[in-house]
C-alpha cells in the first residue's frame, strides 16, 4: 500500500472488501442530513439518515482495531433539533457498539446557525467508538505546557494532598513534579473558514472539517506509521494530514470529483517536503 490510497465508490461497498481489524482509526465526515445533496441527490434525512449511517458506521467499526470518530451535525427547523447525532449514538449503542465520550469539535459557527431564537451553532459532536481500551493512544498529542506550578492557582493550598493538582510542592515527603504536559481535555478548538482551513483546497469542498480537527485526532489516535481510513473523504483533509505526521491513509468517495480533489491535497504536502 503506498502513502495514500484513493478509491472511488460507496464506501458500504468499499469497507465490506476490507479486513477485520485492519485499520488502526477510521475518522471522517458523513453527508450531514438533508444538509446539501453533493450533486449526488442525498436527500436523506431523520430516521432513514440514522439507518443509512448505522450501516455503514458498524463496518467503520469493523474494520478498526482502534478508534473509530465521526464527526455528525443535526439540523435546526422550525425551532426543532432533529437530534440525529444523539439518535445515531442510542442506536449504536443499542446496536452493541461501545461508544466513547464523545469529544466537541468546536468552532466559531455561522451566524443564526442555531435558529433566531437560540445561540449560535459553535460545536458538532465526534461520535466514538472502541472495541476497548485503544492499543495505541497518545492522549498527550495535543497537550500543553501546564498552566500552573505547584503552589499555584486555582487551588492555592498551603497543605500537601495526596493527588492534589497545584497545592504544596511535598506529596508525603516527595517533591512534586508537575506534568510537562497537561491533558488537552475533549473539546477541540479550532479556526475555521477565511483561508484558516489549513489548504486553499479544502475551499473546493462543500463541507471540509479543519486540519487542526484532524491532527489532533490522527495525532492522539493512530501510531507513527500506521493506517487512517476516511470513508468521505470529501478535499482529503485527514489524509493530508496523516501524509504530513507519518501516517499511511485509504481514501473513499463516492465522487470521482473529491478523488482527485484528495489527489491533489496529498500532493500537495509532499510538495512541502520537497
Ligand atoms: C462532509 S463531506 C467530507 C469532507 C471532508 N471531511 C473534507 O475535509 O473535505 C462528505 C463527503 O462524503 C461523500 N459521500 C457521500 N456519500 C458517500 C458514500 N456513500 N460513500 C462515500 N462517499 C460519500 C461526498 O461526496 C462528500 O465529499
Known sequence: MGDAELIVGDCLEVLREMETDSIDLVFCSPPYEAARSYGIGFTLKSQEWVDWSVERYLECVRISRGLVAWVVEGQTRQFRW???????????HRAGVKLRKPPIYKRVGIPGSGGPDWWRNDYEFVVCSSKGKLPWSNNLAMGKPCVYPP??????RTTAT????GGDTRVQGAVYKPPALANPGNVIECSVGGG???S??????EAPFSEKLAEAVILS??????????PFCGSGTA???AKRHGRKSIGIDIRESQIELSRRRVAEVIGENT
Open 82 to 92: 432533529s437530534a440525529t447525532p444523539a439518535l445515531l449514538m442510542a442506536d449504536l
Open 151 to 156: 503552589g499555584g492557582a486555582p487551588s492555592h
Open 162 to 165: 495526596r493527588g492534589s493538582s
Open 196 to 198: 484558516r482551513m489549513g
Open 200 to 205: 486553499k483546497l479544502a475551499h473546493l469542498s
Open 221 to 230: 489516535f493512530c501510531p507513527p506509521g500506521g493506517i487512517v481510513v476516511d
Open 239 to 241: 489524509l493530508a494530514v
